[in-house]
Nanobody, 123 residues
């Protein structure tokens, strides 16, 4: 079974940057569409970004467009989420997940999930 591990979360001031990574062992992430999702306390899990499995087409939530960038590093077998110009409302637990289907920002379309990494944006 595909197991995903997120890293790179932490505490950052508003306007700062963080880079999250999603890694897998024993499986090649390039075979999967990989999505990043987040869940803030008391809120539903929402899609942030996704990169497709074939042509690496990317997709972003409107709230992060122009600030976040998703990319693959096939040499390291990771999918990264570069987050710039962070805002307090970006505070959440961030999860990566994998799909063999179409890469959309819907959590129900993803079958394998990591444990999450906390991102806190606060002064």
């Amino acid at each position: 079974q595909l197991q995903l591990v997120e890293s790179g979360g932490g505490l950052v001031q508003p306007g700062g940057s963080l880079r999250l990574s999603c890694a897998a062992s024993r499986f090649t992430l390039d075979f999967y569409g990989i999505g990043w999702f987040r869940q803030a306390p008391g809120k539903e899990r929402e899609g942030v970004s996704c990169i497709s499995r074939r042509d690496n087409t990317t997709n972003y939530a409107d709230s992060v467009k122009g600030r976040f960038t998703i990319s693959r590093d096939n040499a390291k077998n990771t999918v990264n989420l570069q987050m710039n110009s962070l805002k307090p409302e970006d505070t959440a637990v961030y999860y990566c997940a994998a799909t063999v289907g179409v890469c959309v920002l819907s959590p129900t379309d993803f079958g394998s999930w990591g444990q999450g990494t906390q991102v806190t944006v606060s002064s």
